[in-house]
Every structure is written in structure tokens, then in C-alpha cells.
């Protein structure tokens, strides 16, 4: 059965593995494609933002997965827990350090930094803090499953492009 969830270069799986990531996409597709790309390496650090339950960071830690819950204050002084995963505890110290207790901000430096957790390319972060969502020249199908907004005729992302491609495309196996 493990084979069959072979694909490409990336890792290899075990069942367990398996099960995990299907368990995930049962509770959201994004988020089992988000804890793929972290577990393959394309992206150092991934953030959930929507509520998990006690028992679904098991399934994060069952594909290898570090995970960290956050608490971040809102604009109106509510508090809410984010949930951080990576392969590298430093990056998730470096998360907590410098987010852990403070206030979502969308600075251009905040910007800067999460886009160098998230494995955005620098160029498409930048890009994107001095004008979002500029014309770039992707197709609709390339761009959804982007987690950054492209720059145009970006180099990084076009490199990017065909790997996260391989990842969207083997979730089709749970
Ligand atoms: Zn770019």
C-alpha cells in the first residue's frame, strides 16, 4: 500500500504517514497540502489559523511535523491561537520569539519576515507589500496553488511552480 503512495522524488510514506494525511484533507485540503509542502521542505514554517483540536496535532506529528500552538491579540483585544508547523524547531523558536503574545500586524517588515518563514520568494513578497495582487503572468490554475502571490515573470516561482504542483497533485491519493 505505501507504494502506491509513492510519487516522484518526494519522501517516502509508510501507511501511517498515509492515514495521517488523509485524516488531514479530511479536515481541510489546504491544510494537508500545507503540512505537505512544509514536510517536503518547500515551505520552513506553515501557520493554521482556523481551530484544530488536541488530537489533530498528532496527525501533524505523525508526518514528521513539529507543531506549536501561538497566541496572537486581534485588533479588538480577543485573543486567538495559531498553530505553527515545520521539520526545524528553530524556525518555530523564531516564529514564537518573534510573534508569540503580540498583535496580528501586517507591517512591511512582519511581511518580510513571515514571507521568509513561509518560503515565499522575496521578490513576490515585495512585490506584493508596494502593490498586492499585481498582474503577474500566471494562469488561474497556477496561481491557486500558490500560497504567495507571484511578481511578474518571476524566476523563483517558476522554479517553485512544478514542485508544488507534484504535492497538490498526490493528494489526489487519499
Ligand atoms: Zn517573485
Not at 2 to 16: A, F, I, K, V
Not at 25 to 49: C, H, N, Q, V
Not at 104 to 114: L, M, N, R
Not at 125 to 143: C, D, E, G, H, S
Request: proline share 6%; net charge positive; aromatic share 10%.
Amino acid at each position: 500500500m505505501s507504494n502506491q503512495c509513492r510519487q516522484g522524488d518526494l519522501r517516502p510514506e509508510t501507511p501511517e504517514f498515509h492515514r495521517s494525511l488523509c485524516a488531514l484533507k479530511e479536515i481541510d485540503f489546504e491544510l494537508a497540502y500545507l503540512a505537505m509542502l512544509t514536510r517536503e521542505g518547500l515551505k520552513p514554517l506553515s501557520r493554521w489559523e482556523k481551530d484544530l483540536a488536541e488530537g489533530d496535532l498528532k496527525l501533524f506529528q505523525r508526518t514528521g511535523l513539529i507543531t506549536k500552538q501561538v497566541r496572537r491579540i486581534v485588533k479588538t483585544g480577543r485573543e486567538i491561537v495559531e498553530t505553527i508547523f515545520s521539520r526545524t524547531p528553530a524556525y518555530i523558536e523564531l516564529y514564537e520569539h518573534a510573534f508569540s503574545n503580540t498583535p496580528i500586524d501586517k507591517s512591511a517588515g512582519t511581511q518580510q519576515f513571515e514571507g521568509f518563514l513561509f518560503g515565499y520568494p522575496p521578490c513576490c513578497v515585495n512585490q506584493y507589500i508596494r502593490k498586492p495582487y499585481a498582474p503577474n503572468n500566471l494562469t488561474q490554475q497556477q496561481q491557486k496553488i500558490l500560497f504567495h502571490w507571484a511578481c511578474r515573470d518571476c524566476k523563483i516561482t517558476a522554479s517553485l511552480l512544478p514542485a508544488y504542483k507534484r504535492i497538490y497533485d498526490s493528494l489526489d491519493r487519499c
